[in-house]
């Protein structure tokens, strides 16, 4: 079975290159794009990872992590947080508010895939 990775991404261009980076690694990817369709996509689909984008409209993504972790459906669903490098203190926030881990815009093509590998552990067969 595939590995699902949710993108939760307003910004078009970022959801384009997350999807083709994640896409390309072989991984099955979701897409929402706002707040409020993260929620409801990670309840409905339970994705394996999600890389939520802290600034979104709506529900921001501090606000999503901290209702998925509140939810026993999506609790235990890994979480990266993806911050913008200006906004200092993002990262402390994120874990905080149970992210698992972070990475900052602009994105590195090569550290997104090997962060995501290792919050997957032993369940990335589909690996390439
Ligand atoms: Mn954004």
Redesign the pocket.
């Known amino acids: 079975m595939p590995v699902k990775i949710l993108i939760a991404?307003?910004?078009l261009n970022?959801q384009k290159l997350l999807h083709d980076i994640l896409h390309y690694h072989g991984y099955e990817v979701l897409m929402a794009e706002n707040g409020k369709e993260a929620v409801r996509v990670a309840r409905e689909e339970r994705p394996d990872l999600i890389c939520m984008?802290?600034?979104?409209p709506g529900i921001d993504g501090l606000t999503v992590i901290g209702m998925l972790r509140k939810d026993p459906v999506t609790k235990g669903i890994r979480i990266i947080a993806v911050t913008s490098l200006a906004m200092v203190g993002d990262r402390e926030k994120a874990l905080q508010a149970g992210a698992d881990d972070y990475i900052s815009k602009p994105f590195d093509t090569r550290e997104l895939p090997l962060l995501i590998r290792k919050h997957l552990g032993g369940c990335e067969e589909s690996y390439r």
Do not use: G, S, T, Y
């Open positions: 991404e307003d910004n970022n984008d802290l600034q979104m």
